[in-house]
């Protein structure tokens, strides 16, 4: 089973920052948080991770607190193709960890407006 | 190539059928997994390969799937005696090595009728 918690739904409007939850409350310290984005009708892609220092890359931001049991995917201006379900997965090991295969959830879906 | 291309991108079988889904990953990526995924459901794990050797078989549903890597890059997942309820969207995701990013692929959209 998954680990995490997300809402299933969220709107946003175009040009406004994204701010998508997750709550990991059961994280182990040698859990990273990833997040993963799926668009209608094409595989998972990757987002970001971190394990507990607050990530940015040319995507998003990753906001971890201090105890790790939540975060927040922030997409800093919402266009319309960034609509799609968006997954948040606690997974052992880093971009070079030994854990296989990611347990998905259900997502959030994420539906930006113009 | 330049993505993981996975064929056929749709493929409607009668019940009883064989099917066979195919894989191309990333030239030279040794990790690949594949991933079933029902309608309106997260992707869920069905096996994993590091080369040709097939380390983690543990989420396939039953003794009718069965998957295959003889070369170590093309994989090929092929599901026996075909049921309604297989009908979901394969998922085939590759990475350089264990732990490393994954790219996924579009996906084989199954339907069983």
């Known amino acids: 089973d998954a680990k995490t918690t997300q809402p299933p739904s969220m709107d946003c409007a175009e040009g406004r920052a994204a701010n998508l939850p997750c709550n990991h409350s059961?994280?182990?310290?040698?859990?990273?948080v990833y997040w993963y984005r799926q668009i209608h009708s094409q595989g998972p892609q990757y987002i970001i991770h971190?394990?507990?220092n607050n990530e940015t890359n040319e995507m998003a931001s990753l906001i971890i607190t201090e105890d790790r049991k939540s975060s927040t995917l922030i997409l800093p201006h919402a266009t319309l193709r960034d609509t799609a379900v968006y997954y948040c997965?606690?997974?052992?090991?880093?971009?070079?960890?030994?854990?296989?295969?990611?347990?998905f959830g259900k997502g959030t879906k994420l539906s930006v407006k113009p | 190539g330049a993505g993981v291309s996975q064929s056929p991108r749709y493929k409607v079988a009668k019940r009883g059928q064989d099917v066979a889904l195919r894989c191309d990953p990333i030239?030279?990526?040794?990790?690949l997994f594949w991933y079933q995924q029902a309608l309106g459901q997260g992707p869920e794990f069905l096996t994993y390969?590091?080369?040709?050797?097939?380390?983690?078989k543990s989420g396939l549903p039953s003794d009718r799937f069965f998957a295959e890597r003889p070369e170590g890059s093309v994989s090929t997942l092929k599901i026996q005696r075909t049921q309604q309820e297989d009908s979901a969207v394969y998922l085939c995701?590759?990475?350089?090595?264990?732990?490393?990013?994954?790219?996924f692929g579009s996906g084989t959209r199954l339907t069983v009728v």
């Open positions: 390969f590091q080369n040709e050797a097939q380390l983690d």
């Open positions: 059961t994280i182990s310290g040698n859990e990273y």
């Open positions: 971190g394990l507990k």
């Open positions: 030239s030279g990526h040794v990790s």
């Open positions: 997965i606690v997974r052992v090991g880093g971009y070079g960890g030994s854990q296989g295969n990611l347990i």
């Open positions: 995701a590759s990475s350089f090595a264990q732990g490393y990013g994954y790219t």
